[in-house]
């Protein structure tokens, strides 16, 4: 998989009007990602997002497993770090592990981030930053 072949092109989520994620119904249909250029789909594996108490969950119900997490470690992104398909600086890389209630996942990597970095919020409201990455998963 070439490295610039997510983090040049939109995020697939579902969007507002604005362009941010929907914040009722974010995620399209659980799918194979179809992406330009490459001759086979991406396997869907599972969803990314923050739950209601704003805990990062990864929920990978196609492996049947969870993973809510917690911070353990991060470093800032190397300052190569592509910016993304939003054209902002790429977040940190990431080590995080079992915040509890997790199911056959206890850590995870967040590397070679690109994007993802606030664009900077001009009035008071709902907003998003879309980034792409690599994670790697441990049981």
Do not use: M
Request: net charge positive; glycine share 12%.
């Amino acid at each position: 998989l070439p490295s610039d072949v997510l983090n040049t092109r939109k995020v697939p989520l579902n969007r507002n009007d604005d362009g941010g994620a929907s914040l009722t119904n974010p995620f399209p249909k659980k799918q194979p990602l179809k992406v330009e250029g490459l001759r086979k789909s991406i396997a869907y594996l599972g969803r990314h997002f923050f739950n209601a108490a704003g805990v990062p969950t990864f929920d990978l119900d196609k492996a049947n497993q969870l993973l809510i997490a917690k911070k353990i470690d991060g470093i800032k992104a190397p300052a190569s770090a592509p910016a993304g398909p939003e054209g902002t600086s790429a977040v940190d890389w990431l080590y995080l592990g079992d915040a509890g209630g997790s199911q056959g996942v206890s850590l995870v990597y967040r590397v070679l981030t690109a994007g993802g970095a606030s664009h900077g919020c001009k009035v008071k409201g709902t907003d998003s930053t879309s980034y792409t990455t690599l994670y790697w998963f441990y049981g």
